[in-house]
């Protein structure tokens, strides 16, 4: 229940990639054999693949480590290429800590970062938005669907802001590819940070999608080496994981109306069963425009770090998982306007392509009674 987090590697991507480590160990860089051309070829099939999932061409698709790699590529490499153009940079409260902590970066390097706040769904305001956009902004970053929370923001809005006022566009639509139609060309994204272990690929790799032309996004940079990956990203491929990928978006394309479905109808089932069971518990985000997968609730006066522990049995997680690497708070719970009610007592629960029906009654069955005991009250009964 913590698929938010990371997922499953499908079987079909698993068994694309196995072929890759042993017999075909070829290093896509080498051109002078055998080896060397049927990974270069397994390279260009996933780069098409990952390619189609968003609308893009195969040339603007850039294979990193993930998508915390893509996001520091995405934000350094505009920082540093367009500093004659100017120095500020747009974001929001409730980013990604790759982008978060991207930007405080570069304002200990002398940019200027503005932090857009987020409404009670976690919406930027788009006039907000239009009002803090200056001579001197660079990049806009927002992200597509919140990893906490699991709002879908309105990105074609803020894209369409960015195009007019000729400020590049960047989204971490980690989150959201694979589960919802994403086209960079109609949508006018101009880059687009995406990872594979969020989409039933595996870890490790990730890609950025960088705008060639209208307008052609330059970027400085950010690994030095053998030029590969256009000169953006220097380092040997890593063939399995790429080819993984490629396979975990093909299958994504083929069955996103499924995979739709199914997360829906588990997520709702789990939250009506809840509801019928849990009081005075309520929804963070967005109560449709979020991702069909994420389910965030805060259940009052109960401390979610002692529930969780209650539940040991099962795989919860009160914020994303590299939030929870620290005791700090949650950053996107602090920055909803009713942060004092639900910080504390918020949990996250995210289903798959791979949940079923038993596993989430299962679940539902075991938080009622954990909630109650905690409370010091006798458990509802559905
Ligand atoms: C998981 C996640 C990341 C980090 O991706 P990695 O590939 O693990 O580096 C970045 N942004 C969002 C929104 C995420 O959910």
Redesign the pocket.
Same mark, same amino acid.
């Given at each position: 229940m913590d698929n938010?987090?990371?997922t499953r590697v499908d079987p079909r991507v698993l068994g694309a990639m196995l072929p890759y480590f042993s017999e075909q160990y070829g290093n896509a860089a080498s051109n002078s054999h055998t080896f060397g051309w049927t990974a270069g070829d397994a390279v260009d099939k996933a780069r098409t693949q990952v390619a189609e999932l968003i609308g893009a061409d195969p040339s603007e698709i850039i294979f990193?480590?993930?998508?915390?790699?893509? #996001?520091n590529l995405a934000l350094k490499g505009v920082a540093e290429a367009y500093a004659e153009k100017g120095n500020h940079i747009i974001t929001t409260a409730i980013?990604? @800590?790759?982008?978060l902590d991207t930007a405080k970066h570069l304002e200990r390097e002398g940019k200027s970062v503005t932090y857009l706040p987020v409404d009670q769904y976690g919406m930027i305001d788009l006039q907000q938005l239009k009002d803090s956009i200056t001579e001197r902004t660079i990049l806009v970053s927002a992200?597509?669907?919140?990893?906490e929370i699991g709002t879908l923001d309105n990105i074609d809005e803020i894209a369409e802001i960015c195009h007019e006022r000729g400020v590049i566009f960047h989204t #971490?639509?980690?989150?959201a590819i694979g589960k919802i139609p994403i086209n960079v060309k109609t949508q006018k994204i101009d880059l687009m940070?995406l990872?594979?272990?969020?989409m039933y690929g595996p @870890?490790?790799?990730?890609a950025l999608y960088v705008r060639r032309k209208e307008p052609r996004v330059r970027l400085a940079l950010q690994m030095d080496g053998g030029g590969h990956e256009h000169g953006m990203r220097s380092g040997t491929l890593n063939v399995p994981g790429i080819v993984g990928f490629g396979e975990a978006c093909q299958v994504c394309s083929q069955e996103m109306e499924r995979d739709r479905a199914h997360t829906q109808g588990m997520r709702d089932r789990l939250w009506e069963q809840i509801q019928a069971t849990v009081p005075d518990v309520s929804l963070n985000g967005h109560p449709t425009q979020r991702l069909s997968n994420n389910l965030s609730i805060a259940i009052r006066g109960v401390d979610a770090d002692a529930l969780l522990a209650s539940l040991s049995g099962v795989a919860l997680s009160t914020g994303?998982?590299?939030t929870s690497a620290s005791v700090a708070p949650s950053h996107v719970l602090l920055a909803l306007p009713n942060a004092a009610q639900v910080i504390g007592s918020s949990i996250r629960l995210g289903v798959s392509r791979f949940t079923t029906k038993a596993e989430v009654d299962q679940v539902a069955s075991l938080i009622a009674p954990a909630v109650a005991r905690l409370r010091g009250v006798a458990a509802v009964t559905p």
């Amino acid at each position: 229940m913590d698929n938010n987090a990371t997922t499953r590697v499908d079987p079909r991507v698993l068994g694309a990639m196995l072929p890759y480590f042993s017999e075909q160990y070829g290093n896509a860089a080498s051109n002078s054999h055998t080896f060397g051309w049927t990974a270069g070829d397994a390279v260009d099939k996933a780069r098409t693949q990952v390619a189609e999932l968003i609308g893009a061409d195969p040339s603007e698709i850039i294979f990193t480590s993930g998508a915390t790699e893509a #996001d520091n590529l995405a934000l350094k490499g505009v920082a540093e290429a367009y500093a004659e153009k100017g120095n500020h940079i747009i974001t929001t409260a409730i980013e990604h @800590k790759a982008v978060l902590d991207t930007a405080k970066h570069l304002e200990r390097e002398g940019k200027s970062v503005t932090y857009l706040p987020v409404d009670q769904y976690g919406m930027i305001d788009l006039q907000q938005l239009k009002d803090s956009i200056t001579e001197r902004t660079i990049l806009v970053s927002a992200m597509y669907g919140n990893n906490e929370i699991g709002t879908l923001d309105n990105i074609d809005e803020i894209a369409e802001i960015c195009h007019e006022r000729g400020v590049i566009f960047h989204t #971490d639509a980690t989150q959201a590819i694979g589960k919802i139609p994403i086209n960079v060309k109609t949508q006018k994204i101009d880059l687009m940070s995406l990872t594979a272990h969020k989409m039933y690929g595996p @870890k490790g790799i990730g890609a950025l999608y960088v705008r060639r032309k209208e307008p052609r996004v330059r970027l400085a940079l950010q690994m030095d080496g053998g030029g590969h990956e256009h000169g953006m990203r220097s380092g040997t491929l890593n063939v399995p994981g790429i080819v993984g990928f490629g396979e975990a978006c093909q299958v994504c394309s083929q069955e996103m109306e499924r995979d739709r479905a199914h997360t829906q109808g588990m997520r709702d089932r789990l939250w009506e069963q809840i509801q019928a069971t849990v009081p005075d518990v309520s929804l963070n985000g967005h109560p449709t425009q979020r991702l069909s997968n994420n389910l965030s609730i805060a259940i009052r006066g109960v401390d979610a770090d002692a529930l969780l522990a209650s539940l040991s049995g099962v795989a919860l997680s009160t914020g994303s998982a590299c939030t929870s690497a620290s005791v700090a708070p949650s950053h996107v719970l602090l920055a909803l306007p009713n942060a004092a009610q639900v910080i504390g007592s918020s949990i996250r629960l995210g289903v798959s392509r791979f949940t079923t029906k038993a596993e989430v009654d299962q679940v539902a069955s075991l938080i009622a009674p954990a909630v109650a005991r905690l409370r010091g009250v006798a458990a509802v009964t559905p």
